[in-house]
T-cell receptor, first 114, second 117 residues
Framework: EAGVTQFPSHSVIEKGQTVTLRCDPI?????LYWYRRVMGKEIKFLLH????????ESGMPNNRFLAERTGGTYSTLKVQPAELEDSGVYFC????????????FGPGTRLTVT | AQKITQTQPGMFVQEKEAVTLDCTYD???????LFWYKQPSSGEMIFLIY??????QNATEGRYSLNFQKARKSANLVISASQLGDSAMYFC??????????????FGQGTILTVHP
């Protein structure tokens, strides 16, 4: 069984540009989470999808961030326009159902905004 | 709001010895879950162990055990018989069990564990 995959593994962009991160959860997992770790700080929750619906987006920092989950499968996280403080590692995680506590994490995308 | 505190930025242990990584938490929720994740230098997050707030027995998974002391709001990770491959960053995390934000993990700052041969 394939694990959670994320693309790209590393992205370097200039301030003001747009970047789109992709996450493919484990097949059949209804829950998809995005987290972010900014250098030297804790891993922070961004948002949670249940299938294609946003269950909780309380952690999204501002309206420069847009997340979608097409058809309840893969998810994209777009940052537009990117700012320097957006640099960090973006993790995606998935879990199967409401009562499944174990979240399987992807390898993360390291975003560097210069 | 939930909060996780890991007070040990770094820990060292000799191979084959046991080590305890500290974690305290704060929450007003009655039902919650506590987790430990391992992040090796390769960057992936590996789930280690889970403890539910209503579980009376401490969780164990192989060489990992979670020392859950509810009254003290602590959830320390004990790794027995340390191995060189245990060298990594370790994160303590918690989630609440219900409501619209179920599953959302709140993480601590992490502890870097180094195992010496």
């Amino acid at each position: 069984e394939a694990g959670v995959t994320q693309f790209p593994s590393h992205s370097v962009i200039e301030k003001g540009q747009t970047v789109t991160l992709r996450c493919d959860p484990i097949s059949g997992h209804d829950n998809l989470y995005w987290y972010r770790r900014v250098m030297g700080k804790e891993i922070k929750f961004l948002l949670h999808f249940v299938k294609e619906s946003k269950q909780d987006e309380s952690g999204m920092p501002n309206n420069r961030f847009l997340a979608e989950r097409t058809g309840g499968t893969y998810s994209t996280l777009k940052v537009q326009p990117a700012e320097l403080e957006d640099s960090g590692v973006y993790f995606c995680a998935s879990s199967q159902g409401h009562d499944d506590y174990e979240q399987y994490f992807g390898p993360g995308t390291r975003l560097t905004v210069t | 709001a939930q909060k996780i505190t890991q007070t040990q930025p770094g820990m060292f242990v000799q191979e084959k010895e046991a080590v305890t990584l500290d974690c305290t938490y704060d929450t007003s929720d009655q039902s919650y879950g506590l987790f430990w994740y391992k992040q090796p230098s390769s960057g992936e997050m590996i789930f280690l162990i889970y403890q539910g707030s209503y579980d009376e027995q401490n969780a164990t998974e192989g060489r990992y055990s979670l020392n859950f002391q509810k009254a003290r709001k602590s959830a320390n990770l004990v790794i027995s018989a340390s191995q060189l491959g245990d060298s990594a960053m370790y994160f303590c995390a918690m989630s609440n069990a219900g409501g619209t934000s179920y599953g959302k993990l709140t993480f601590g700052q992490g502890t870097i564990l180094t195992v010496h041969p």
